[in-house]
């Protein structure tokens, strides 16, 4: 039961600590360096991904379905808690590997006001890449420079490309294709990993949709996706080979 007078604090999205909206006022002083890396997702062992990106996301990753009552998809980066394997020490990505839109999003979002009920653009303030002195400029006379119109830009789309990876997922589980899983790893060389609270679309399922949903998916663009989340789990073979241990020392 909630206690009223200290109501629980509000789940903030990923990488995010506090979200303040994007304000010429307030922030007029800011500039964007992306040049400080990835750090922030360090942590991360999945991402969210839109619709748009399941084809290129599966040459790289796993991509897996959320559990729960939203069967999203997202792109598996580790094999454990607060594990990714592809942001290296230095805070950057692998250079051989996609970087999902969610994490180059960071560290700005669209959000919707609850009380409005209008979609506003936030940022996460205390982001490394928030700086004073290096970067492109946020605001040039108060207005918006082409550097943070570039960026809102592209959070607008991917929170659109977000919506409609939602859609299909509740398609996908609509029809019964979805099942939860867990993977459990043993390495050569000791140790293991388990990877629980996802759910994949099972091949021997796709015999039961119908001809015409089949269609219809086919019309909404869906196909392509779905394959792709199939054909992704030959990524698993990556992140074994990158989380697993080196072989012990022979003399």
Known sequence: ?????????????????RVVGVNPELHASLRLDRSTGFGYA???????????????????????????????????????????LFVLPDGSWRPDAYVPAYVRAFPFIFLEDEATKTLFVGMEPDADSLRADTGAKLFEDGKPTAALNENVAFCSAFRDNLIAAASFGRALDAEGLLEDEEANISFTHGGTARVRGFRIVKPERLDRVSDETFLDWRRRGWLGPLYAHLHSMARWGRLIELAAPPPPLTN
Not at 1 to 13: K, L, R, T, Y
Not at 42 to 61: F, M
Request: glycine share 8%; charged share 10%.
């Open 1 to 17: 039961m909630s206690d009223s007078a200290n109501p629980p604090a509000p789940v903030m999205p990923l990488f995010f600590r």
């Open 42 to 84: 360090a942590a991360a062992q999945s991402v969210p991904i839109g619709l748009g990106e399941l084809e290129v996301v599966s040459q790289h990753y796993p991509i897996l379905f959320a559990s729960g009552a939203q069967p999203t998809p997202v792109a598996l980066l580790g094999l454990r808690d607060g594990e990714n």
